[in-house]
């Protein structure tokens, strides 16, 4: 596991954009696995930037939604369909056959989770799964008590999962209580994992993901498992991972 520390926000993105742009340029047919949220942001806006510069070329490239909440459709602006064509694929040349996000108003979840997952196999699995890190440590929308082995699947949201995401939801609006999203297995079978988390409220879950056992009840510590992780954070993000890796060194 590759672990990069960056002094800010912006530095990380930037490493992290310019990785997504070399899986790209080295193989432009590849299947990328894309999250959504607000610690991709700058990520996508460097991307697009770049794009306008002449920099990079997506038009035989794949992309694969990590999550998309149930009960909603696509066109609601609180869905992950409409988050990844406002922040990313309407800026730049991303082939709409090649863009796919589990549909979030499928009558029948479980084979929505079924046809999607056939979707990620056919393409040969994904190349490079760009992940985030949830405060409670959750990867996808996988929680806390996930097995590492699950599929892409029907999952509930945990309340602090459901209170971070609020914010996305206009005043008065029903938050989904429910997803559909890749499972840990999926995600673990990627060829390479890049892992973006900043800001101070991410530093115990990176603690617990990166210098805590392996265990169902940290979904992140499961990285640990995959042979090419490359988890880059902002100095915030490393507050208490430095402070354990010190404590093991003095010791």
């Given at each position: ?75 609601d602006t609180a869905s992950y369909a409409f988050y990844m064509r406002e922040n990313l694929f309407r800026h730049i040349d991303f082939m709409q056959r090649n863009i ?91 060829r390479r994992i890049v892992v973006l988390a900043t800001g101070i409220e991410k530093a115990s879950a990176v603690a617990a993901s990166l210098a805590g056992p392996i ?37």
């Amino acid at each position: 596991m590759e672990i990069i520390v960056k002094d800010t926000v912006d530095e990380a993105s930037a490493i992290v954009a310019e990785i997504l742009l070399r899986q790209v340029e080295e193989k432009p047919d590849c299947a990328l696995g894309l999250p959504t949220g607000a610690t991709p942001l700058g990520v996508y806006a460097r991307l697009i930037e770049d794009f306008r510069n002449g920099c990079g070329c997506y038009n035989r490239a794949h992309a694969f939604n990590l999550d998309e909440y149930l009960g909603i459709p696509g066109t609601d602006t609180a869905s992950y369909a409409f988050y990844m064509r406002e922040n990313l694929f309407r800026h730049i040349d991303f082939m709409q056959r090649n863009i796919h996000i589990p549909d979030g108003s499928a009558a029948d979840a479980s084979a929505e989770a079924t046809r999607y997952e056939t979707q990620i196999a056919a393409r040969g699995g994904i190349d490079l799964m760009f992940l985030g890190l949830g405060r409670n440590a959750h990867i996808g929308f996988n929680e806390p008590g996930s097995p590492h082995d699950t599929r892409t699947r029907r999952v509930a949201l945990t309340a602090s999962t459901m209170e971070a995401n609020a914010r996305y939801f206009a005043p008065g609006s029903r938050q989904p209580t429910h997803a559909i999203t890749m499972g840990i297995g999926t995600i673990l079978e990627s060829r390479r994992i890049v892992v973006l988390a900043t800001g101070i409220e991410k530093a115990s879950a990176v603690a617990a993901s990166l210098a805590g056992p392996i265990t169902d009840a940290v979904p992140g510590s499961a990285l640990a498992r995959h042979a090419h992780t490359t988890i880059v954070l902002d100095r915030d993000a490393a507050h208490e991972l430095d402070r354990i890796l010190a404590l093991e060194i003095d010791a």
